[in-house]
Nanobody
Framework: VQLQASGGGLVQDGGSLRLSCAAS????????VGWFRQAPGKEREFVGA????????YYADSMKGRFTISRDNAMKSLYLQMDSLMPEDTAVYYC?????????????????????WGQGTEVTVSS
């Protein structure tokens, strides 16, 4: 599966932004998908993920209540709605995918478990 993230940009502190990730190639509904981010000089960080069937989501603690991940299997797309953005959310955001488990119950936060990556979209939150 190939992934392409979009929707990044410059937003003010407290603002909102919606990222999209378009998939192509293999059947999108077979894959768990997630968002990661990497700020300059920092390690890649898990943001949130959703199972192939949309039944389970999981977020990093600092994103809970502010970020919402969703997917549309018919449209082969993944989304990340980001609200109450803060300057520390500034990073390049990547979408990633892995073949889903049969039951679609467990969500993985470790980036090593994701085999397919998009090119990243840059988000800058100004103070």
């Amino acid at each position: 599966v190939q992934l392409q993230a979009s929707g990044g940009g410059l937003v003010q502190d407290g603002g909102s932004l919606r990222l999209s990730c378009a998939a192509s190639g293999d059947t999108f509904s077979r894959y768990d998908v997630g968002w990661f981010r990497q700020a300059p000089g920092k390690e890649r960080e898990f943001v949130g993920a959703i199972t192939w069937n949309g039944g389970n989501t999981y977020y990093a603690d600092s994103m809970k209540g502010r970020f919402t991940i969703s997917r549309d299997n018919a449209m082969k797309s993944l989304y990340l709605q980001m609200d109450s953005l803060m300057p520390e959310d500034t990073a390049v955001y990547y979408c990633a995918a892995r073949r889903g488990d049969f039951y679609g119950r467990r969500v993985y936060a470790e980036y090593q478990r994701y085999n397919y990556w998009g090119q990243g979209t840059e988000v800058t939150v100004s103070s």
